[in-house]
Nanobody
């Protein structure tokens, strides 16, 4: 099945920016779903549960952000490159986590991890103070 692939994680200082990318391993997947799918970025810090950071509806580009991400992060998609971008600005130490890209088929922009069927392996984001 389709496998999201994340990239762009790393170690940065507080206040810096970081750009995460999520690319589909199967370029035909979006066509088979008729572009009716949602892509979300989740993160999981040590000892904490997995939480949604931002999500985007592929066909309409409607987006949703968590309270911690809103105003600092932006999620976009590039249809030609089959890629979803999470641009993170003004990073804080509490943003430190493993960031996962996930996708689900459907039109409903869901916020819980259990609603997403396709998951990447994650990329580490570490923000020092």
């Amino acid at each position: 099945q389709m496998q999201p692939v994340e990239s762009g994680g790393g170690l940065v200082q507080a206040g810096d920016s970081l750009r995460l990318s999520c690319t589909a391993s199967d370029p035909t997947w979006k066509n088979r779903t008729f572009h009716n799918f949602i892509v979300g970025w989740f993160r999981q810090a040590p000892g904490k549960g997995r939480e949604l950071v931002a999500a985007i509806r592929w066909n309409t580009e409607d987006s949703h952000y968590s309270r911690s991400a809103e105003g600092r992060f932006s999620i976009t998609r590039d249809n030609a490159k089959n890629t979803v971008i999470l641009l993170m600005n003004r990073l804080k130490p509490e943003d430190t986590a493993i960031y996962y890209c996930a996708a689900r088929i459907g039109t409903q922009l869901m916020t819980t991890p259990g609603e997403y069927s396709y998951w990447g392996q994650g990329t580490q984001v570490s923000v020092s103070s």
